[in-house]
């Protein structure tokens, strides 16, 4: 099946910093969404992207629907510890009808205090 | 608050049994979802239905069959457990298909298949 291509794997940074991680694909894409993981829990949505260009932010989270809709990218700002989990990003495929989402394989964001 | 509900939320099965995992949402969204998740891997989705009475396969339907006869549940089966079916299983939900509707996530169940 589809897959999208999420990067880094996982990241090993300091409380305060900053973060960032996106997804490609070959295919193109009409929604892209990024949702968090926290152990034993679903995943929880935090932005949601509808059109090329769009740049949309959630307090210190800030994500961009790439304008050839192949790609994205969620930045975090000045971490804090709450933060770690692993990050999907996910979209609907142009195209794609009622089938479910395509996940990346996430990021997973480990913070050292 | 409940949103979407599974249950049961662990389970651990021989190979050759059968068992049936149950997704509840009380927000009367049309579509629901099952995916399996797997370690290093992201959400894969197994069998969608758009409504009450309809289902349809998605990206790794073998082994399972899904049932929707009343639109709030959603239920998975697996007629004969298989190592390979061990996972994480997420149910999710959406008021329509479509770009414009983020899916909503149980849980999940933990099923281990010895």
């Known amino acids: 099946g589809q897959q999208l291509n999420q990067s880094p794997q996982s990241m090993f940074i300091q409380e305060g910093e900053d973060v960032s991680m996106n997804c490609t694909s070959s295919?193109?894409?009409?929604?892209w969404l990024w949702y968090k993981q926290d152990p034993g829990e679903g995943p929880v949505l935090l932005i949601a992207?509808?059109?090329?260009?769009e740049l949309t932010s959630n307090g210190r989270l800030t994500a961009q629907f790439g304008i050839t809709r192949k790609d994205s990218f969620l930045n975090i700002s000045a971490s804090i510890p709450s933060d770690v989990g692993i990050y999907f990003c996910a979209g609907h495929l142009q195209g794609g009808g009622a089938d479910g989402l395509t996940f990346g394989k996430g990021t997973h964001l480990i913070i050292q205090p | 608050n409940a949103g979407v509900t599974q249950t049961p939320k662990f389970r651990v099965l021989k190979t050759g049994q059968s068992m049936t995992l149950l997704c509840a949402q009380d927000?009367?969204?049309?579509?629901m979802y099952w995916y399996r998740q797997d370690p290093g891997m992201g959400l894969r989705l197994i069998h969608y239905?758009?409504?009450?009475?309809?289902?349809a396969k998605g990206e790794v339907p073998d082994g399972y069959n899904v049932s929707r006869l009343k639109k709030q549940n959603f239920l998975l089966g697996l007629e004969s457990a298989a190592p390979s079916q061990t996972s994480v299983y997420f149910c999710?939900?959406?008021?329509?298909?479509?770009?414009?509707?983020?899916?909503?996530f149980g849980d999940g169940t933990r099923l281990s298949i010895l």
């Open positions: 999710a939900s959406s008021f329509l298909a479509g770009a414009r509707q983020p899916q909503h």
């Open positions: 927000m009367n969204h049309e579509y």
């Open positions: 295919s193109i894409f009409n929604t």
């Open positions: 992207l509808y059109k090329a260009g």
């Open positions: 239905s758009v409504g009450e009475g309809t289902t």
